[in-house]
Antibody
Framework: EVQLVETGGGLIQPGGSLRLSCSAS????????MSWVRQSPVKGLEWLSI???????NYADSVKGRFTISRDTSKNTVFLQMNSLRVEDTAVYYC???????????????WGQGTVVTVSS | EIVLTQSPATLSLSPGERATLSCRVS??????LAWYQQKPGQAPRLLIY???NRATGIPARFSGSGSGTDFTLTISSLEPEDFAIYYC?????????FGQGTKVEIK
């Protein structure tokens, strides 16, 4: 059974940094593209970043240059390093796995439970 | 950035009724649209991908149609567990974007 567990959220002041972790089980994070998606009442669901099987990455403009996605295959974990945090980064952060069904790609068929990030002074 | 506009914002229906949800896209995305269901306190759940393909384990009462810029999610006969918020998402262009959601509530 596929399971994703996010950790690392919390309360942080503007300008600060946080590192989110997404621990995976039931599959290898090196075998599927993995994304981070956040959800807030203001912006709704917002895709942030993806790391592909080969290790290439992509980012939404809203986080490019501030957030970095990476993975540790030995720990079967994906990370999101978040720097220069802003009030508008306040959200629930989910990691999500690329879908497995034949022909399905860049949609997300498994999600973690989410971790809350609050950016406030 | 491709913008997805869902309508209506809220759909009030009774169990057993048919639900029709719309997702209009700001530019053509061919068939590359998905639908998700989200219940309170839970993560989104993939229902439909590439417009009309049901994800593994999704009941047949959920169906999707459309192409280009106009897409529809249909729930043929609402079950009590179907009352939730539904989101569409495109994968044609970067960034991947979601609609703002349609809430299906019990009438």
């Amino acid at each position: 059974e596929v399971q994703l567990v996010e950790t690392g959220g919390g309360l942080i002041q503007p300008g600060g940094s946080l590192r989110l972790s997404c621990s995976a089980s039931g599959f290898a994070v090196s075998s599927k593209a993995m994304s981070w998606v956040r959800q807030s009442p203001v912006k709704g669901l917002e895709w942030l970043s993806i790391i592909y099987i080969g290790g290439s990455t992509n980012y939404a403009d809203s986080v490019k240059g501030r957030f970095t996605i990476s993975r540790d295959t030995s720990k079967n974990t994906v990370f999101l390093q978040m720097n220069s945090l802003r009030v508008e980064d306040t959200a629930v952060y989910y990691c999500a796995k690329d879908c497995t069904d034949g022909g399905c790609s860049n949609f997300f068929d498994s999600w973690g439970q989410g971790t809350v990030v609050t950016v406030s002074s | 950035e491709i913008v997805l506009t869902q309508s209506p914002a809220t759909l009030s229906l009774s169990p057993g009724e048919r639900a029709t949800l719309s997702c209009r896209v700001s530019q053509s995305i061919d068939i590359y649209l998905a639908w998700y269901q989200q219940k309170p306190g839970q993560a989104p759940r993939l229902l439909i991908y590439d417009t009309s393909n049901r994800a593994t384990g999704i009941p047949a009462r959920f169906s999707g149609s459309g192409s280009g810029t106009d897409f529809t999610l249909t729930i043929s006969s609402l079950e009590p567990e179907d009352f939730a918020i539904y989101y569409c998402q495109q994968r044609t262009n970067w960034p991947r974007t979601f609609g703002q959601g349609t809430k299906v509530e019990i009438k």
